[in-house]
């Protein structure tokens, strides 16, 4: 009988990883983008590369990079074509209720027909973020933040639970991040939105324990995916930076204007997060992490994954060090 995994976001980073590597390992994926129809086999595959080499800073500046060698294990890299070619795309956007409710619906009866229940897993990664101060970010991209990366979600659980209660089974992963521990400096929005997902999960998760559903957050730490690019796109109105020379164009280009009064230490910041991101973990290590949680017989509510560092930072500011010493730690961590 086949299990299958919803996964929103599918189309680029983390998600598609998702999608990939639970394929991998025998279950049926059902993606979600918001251009499903426009959705290129050799693109993506270009982003799964991508996103799983290695990379190597060439100089003292660090703002050029080699790579050095592919993450990828070599049954999946053999198989990658046929991998992807399994997967199926539904458009969906999460921040529109006609178009979740639609694709959902869609995704429900599909479900039913490869297994004879429904949608077994769902797994709510589509978000994003903007990088901007808190004061200049604007109130519409305040609000698109939230739309997306927490009522997005709550679209997306409302539409999947009426069957899995019926059914009294079924598995919700929804994706917050390390930076809900950590408030990030000019993603301050996004770590707020991020907060707010682990909160509403872990109050998802009592109200369900009685129909047998399982609910758990996935905090990933840095993670080398398109999400910087994207997010500079979002904070310039600039679409995608160039492919060719991104790292050196991104540092070249932090997306507050030259005018704002926070310019400096944007530009200070942002070169700190676009260096981690580059020689961050592959997506791949969150997957793996997912298709542990959805194995588990008893699934924990918080699954932190990613780079040891970071976990570990994480863990001293919330459980050991005081407010004074964070106070001090983080502007020095984000290079302010
Ligand atoms: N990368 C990291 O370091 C990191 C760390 C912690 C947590 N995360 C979280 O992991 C998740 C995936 O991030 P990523 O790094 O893989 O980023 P990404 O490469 O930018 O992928 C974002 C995905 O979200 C989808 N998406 C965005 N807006 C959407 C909308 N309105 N409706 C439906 N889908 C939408 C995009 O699909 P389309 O554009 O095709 O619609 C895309 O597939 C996010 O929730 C992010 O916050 C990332």
């Known amino acids: 009988m086949y299990k299958v995994v919803v996964v929103t976001g599918a189309s680029s980073g983390i998600g598609l990883s998702h999608a990939i590597y639970l394929t991998s390992l025998g279950y049926t994926v059902l993606g979600t983008s918001r251009k499903a129809e426009k ?39 053999t198989n990658l074509d046929t991998l992807l070619r399994k997967i199926k795309f539904y458009s969906m956007d999460v921040t529109d209720d006609i178009s979740v409710k639609k694709a959902m619906s869609k ?30 970010l604007s109130m519409e991209d305040w609000k698109n933040t939230f739309e997306t990366n927490l009522f997005g979600m709550v679209r997306v659980v409302k539409a999947v639970l009426p069957k899995m209660r019926e059914r009294r089974s079924g598995q919700i992963i929804n994706t917050s991040t390390l930076g809900a521990f950590i408030s990030i400096p000019f993603q301050a929005h996004y770590s707020a939105s991020k907060v ?22 996935i905090l990933p730490s840095d993670i080398n995916t398109n999400f910087n690019i994207n997010m500079h796109g979002l904070s310039t109105d600039e679409g995608t930076t160039d492919k060719s020379n991104e790292l050196k164009t991104m540092l070249e280009n932090p997306p507050e204007p030259k005018s704002s009064p926070y310019y400096d230490a944007v530009k200070r910041t942002w070169k700190v997060i676009v260096q981690n991101l580059i020689v961050a973990p592959p997506p791949l290590t969150i997957s793996k992490t997912v298709a542990k949680i959805i194995k588990a017989k008893k ?25 004074e010493f964070v106070d001090w730690l983080l502007p020095k961590y984000f290079g302010m």
Do not use: C, M
């Open 39 to 77: 959705i290129n086999l050799e693109a993506l595959k270009e982003i799964y590369l991508r996103d799983h080499t290695k990379w190597k800073f060439l100089n003292k500046k660090k703002n050029q990079v080699k790579p050095v060698k592919s993450k990828i294990p070599k049954k999946i890299k």
């Open 107 to 136: 995704i429900e009866t599909d479900a039913t027909k490869l297994n004879g229940r429904g949608i077994d897993v769902l797994i709510n990664n589509a978000g994003l973020s903007y990088f901007h101060s808190a004061e200049f």
């Open 196 to 217: 707010a997902i682990k909160t509403f999960t872990e109050g998802l998760r009592i109200e369900l324990k009685e129909f047998n559903i399982k609910v758990s957050t």
């Open 299 to 323: 699934p924990k509510v918080n699954y932190k994954s990613g780079t040891f560092e970071q976990k570990f930072l994480t863990f001293l500011i919330r459980r050991v060090v005081t407010d």
